[in-house]
């Protein structure tokens, strides 16, 4: 009974000052047990000591902490070097988006009424000299139109066949042999914008990969301007537009365009790029983990999502398909409504071509929804590029070209505006050039700044700085609570037992005496 009263003392005792005292000289904390020990006036100055100490060490905690909160990031560029890089869907597209015999050739083009109407339609704000009919006797003549605007666009635009004359292509190809040919139009794939036809090549990734750099080495293309075609009011320039854009994806006309005036030969030295991203919270908006787009067996990208986007406004808001959608696709709107026809003339015009023109001035309407893959396919890149130029053909050359374009039978000496062989070469053909300088990308890994082991180094190096101490001194402090907590209960649960045994003690005095004055009264 002495041995439990004397462990019960020490309890109580460790739960006041001589508890905290004997913690605080027994510690592994630096400093600290110098407070109780020693004279007054050294205490002081090591109280004060361990309290700067103290607060150094939470100034810069607070700091660390702070910093790993706000999400910092790293950029890592790197250059990769490969033994192969895929080669990029190259599209490209006329200037002029109406061929001048669509719009007045009877015998080639029945629809070339129709087709006129819709071009002054589609630039009302083109010379009245040229469009000399009122816009609503523009409308009531397009409105007869039964046909789909994405087929009206195919029959006024440039046939691949002739952007790429293959007799040309062929004598180019024996006249000059290289270590890669000039790529015919069998090659390419015919695609439809809400502003005109474009071709594009490698449309599907099909061709091999780029195995050696250099500009002999890349695909090279002659394309035909044929400004014989050009009806000269819907623009002041001519040449083509070249985009460099991932296999599958689909262009927006006019954004990251290249553009070729004819006779110039560009030689587009490619310069990929492959981006890893972080996500929220790191960066603001955040990045897309999982695959969107329509088609599934194509790496998800951002242009794409904002053309697919578009496309389900144009059908939610017109209830037809933008012209850009391919054929046998359909699209449900967001009220459960199957579109699966193309816009017409009459709601292109009115409907669809105006929203895409919206969308192109305020982008806001589908960017929110469309953010930039946080890590892309293993061989997906973005395609920047050097471009240099000079002029085609050369006066050798254009004796061995010529030939070659009469052959074509595109050569109408009617309709010529420089019936010189040299100067008409370079008022209407093109060479093109899409090479890797070097077998390299360049690639840009967002990373993590502050990590959450990188937050306990900076906070366990600043606690054995300031105060000497470590994970075992943390152990050492729970260790000292928890007994701390214990005596505390201990020292509760004995001042109540006290309680109930005074109380008891009183009741029994009482019902003695009770009993004692009962006996007295009795006798």
């Not at 103290?54 to 910092?72: D, Q």
């Not at 040229?130 to 195919?154: F, G, W």
């Amino acid at each position: 009974m002495a041995d439990q009263q004397n462990v019960d003392d020490d309890e109580v005792d460790y739960a006041g000052y001589s508890g905290l005292k004997e913690f605080m000289s027994e510690t592994t904390l630096h400093g600290v047990h110098y407070i109780f020990r020693g004279a007054k006036l050294l205490r002081f100055v090591w109280l004060l000591g361990v309290l700067g100490a103290l607060s150094g060490f939470l100034f810069f905690f607070i700091a660390a902490v702070n910093n790993y909160m706000e999400r910092p990031s790293n950029t890592k560029v790197d250059t990769v070097s490969r033994s192969q890089l895929p080669l990029p869907a190259v599209t490209i597209c006329n200037s002029n988006i109406a061929q001048l015999s669509a719009l007045s050739n009877s015998t080639q083009y029945p629809h070339h009424e129709l087709n006129f109407a819709f071009v002054c339609h589609l630039f009302n704000d083109i010379k009245s000299s040229y469009c000399p009919l009122s816009r609503n006797e523009l409308i009531q003549i397009v409105r007869t139109d039964s046909r789909s605007a994405r087929d009206v666009l195919q029959d006024i635009g440039q046939a691949k066949s002739s952007l790429i004359l293959d007799p040309l292509v062929a004598a180019i190809n024996s006249a000059a042999p290289s270590l890669v040919p000039y790529q015919n139009s069998s090659s390419f794939t015919s695609i439809v914008t809400s502003t005109g036809v474009c071709h594009t090549f490698n449309y599907d990734g099909s061709q091999p990969n780029a195995s050696r750099a250099g500009i002999d080495t890349g695909v090279k293309f002659v394309v035909n301007v044929d400004q014989t075609e050009y009806a000269g009011v819907t623009l002041l320039s001519a040449g083509v537009e070249v985009y460099l854009h991932p296999p599958g994806e689909t262009i927006v006309r006019g954004r990251n365009a290249i553009y070729v005036g004819p006779g110039q030969r560009a030689n587009i030295a490619l310069e990929p790029e492959r981006r890893e991203l972080l996500n929220t919270p790191f960066r603001e908006p955040g990045c897309a983990e999982e695959h969107t787009n329509r088609n599934k067996s194509v790496p998800y990208s951002q242009p794409q999502c904002l053309v697919e986007c578009l496309e389900r406004v144009i059908a939610q808001t017109c209830s037809c398909l933008a012209v850009s959608v391919p054929d046998g696709v359909t699209i449900t709107t967001a009220d459960g409504q199957v579109v699966s026809q193309h816009c017409n003339a009459t709601q292109f015009l009115e409907c669809s071509f105006p929203r895409q023109i919206s969308s192109f001035i305020n982008s806001t309407i589908c960017d929110a929804g469309c953010l930039l893959p946080c890590k892309p396919d293993e061989n997906q890149y973005n395609y920047g590029y050097s471009l240099t130029a000079d002029v085609f053909p050369n006066v050798v050359a254009a004796e061995i070209l010529f030939p070659a374009v009469l052959q074509t039978g595109t050569y109408d000496n009617s309709r010529v505006r420089a019936p010189n062989n040299l100067t008409y070469l370079r008022e209407n053909f093109a060479q093109i050039n899409v090479f890797y300088d070097n077998l390299a990308f360049e690639s840009v890994i967002e990373q993590q700044a502050v990590t959450l082991s990188s937050l306990f180094g900076s906070v366990g190096g600043n606690l054995g700085l300031f105060l000497g101490a470590s994970m075992l001194t943390l152990l050492e402090f729970a260790q000292y609570l928890t007994r701390l907590a214990l005596a505390l209960v201990r020292r509760y649960q004995n001042g109540k037992a006290r309680s109930q045994d005074v109380q008891l003690d009183s009741s029994t005095e009482k019902a003695s005496e009770g009993q004692e004055s009962a006996a007295s009264s009795g006798v």
